[in-house]
């Protein structure tokens, strides 16, 4: 366990974190800045921290220091984060809002994604897999994915007393589209339940896993009760789109 991070001034966290040295292979905010200003950008990460060897799926890790800068841009460049509650999705995006997101949540997302949150004053929502809390990716392991420590109960309320949000990744990260419906409904139903049970607040937002969607599965999730779904589909949100 890790205890709540201490926040230190914002300008003189940042200007350290800025000084890190950059990687060829760092993507800046610049070529999207603009483009974000046009509509409600929703952000997705996975792991954070030291990849470790063998890893297959590398683009599913960004280092501590990488992400802290990310972080660090987007609030320099006057966006603010917002949760999938507050979110707006406007033509021009007037108030610069962003959501930032997790998937699965990863013990490394609590031991590294905390503190640069805090410095920023940024929220984000970690969307769980409700029966594999405290176990890890057992979903990758067909493909040969190393294992990744999921967070366990405590740690999720540990995540929840710093300011952060859940949401629902299903009960154990299916493909919903290859499923039954009556499966497919167990899944996104079951866990939203599961979830609320344990950690004692409404879980209103639900992730796709995979980003695997079609208008069965959307419409299951609306009948769940869930007030936003969200998908790896590469865009903003403009106003005239579905919140599934």
Sequence with gaps: RWPP??????????????KEPEPAYYSSLTPFRDWFGQGLPILTW???????????LKGMYLSAERFARQLVE?????????????????????????VLTFDDGYVNVLRYGLEPLACCGYRAIQFLVADRLGQS?????????????????AQVRQWLAAGQEIGSHTLTHPDLTRLEPAQARKE?????????????RSVDHFCYPYGSWNPRVRDLVAEA?????????FGINRPAGSPF
């Excluded at 230190?8 to 800025?18: D, E």
């Excluded at 996975?46 to 060897?53: D, E, I, S, T």
């Excluded at 979903?139 to 994915?145: H, M, N, Y």
């Excluded at 009760?225 to 589909?233: F, K, Q």
């Design 46 to 56: 996975h792991k954070l921290g030291p990849r470790p060897r063998g890893v297959r």
């Design 188 to 200: 996104i139903t079951a866990s939203k339940r599961k979830l609320e049970d344990l950690f004692g």
């Design 74 to 98: 987007l609030r320099q460049a006057g966006f603010r984060s917002v949760t999938l509650d507050q979110a707006v999705p406007a033509e021009d995006n007037p108030h610069r809002q962003v």
């Design 225 to 233: 009760g869930y007030r936003t779904a969200c998908t790896t589909d």
């Design 5 to 18: 991070p201490v926040k230190p001034p914002f300008a003189k966290w940042a200007s350290r974190v800025m």
């Design 137 to 153: 990716n057992v979903w990758d392991a067909a493909g040969g994915e190393v294992p990744e420590p999921l967070m366990d109960a």
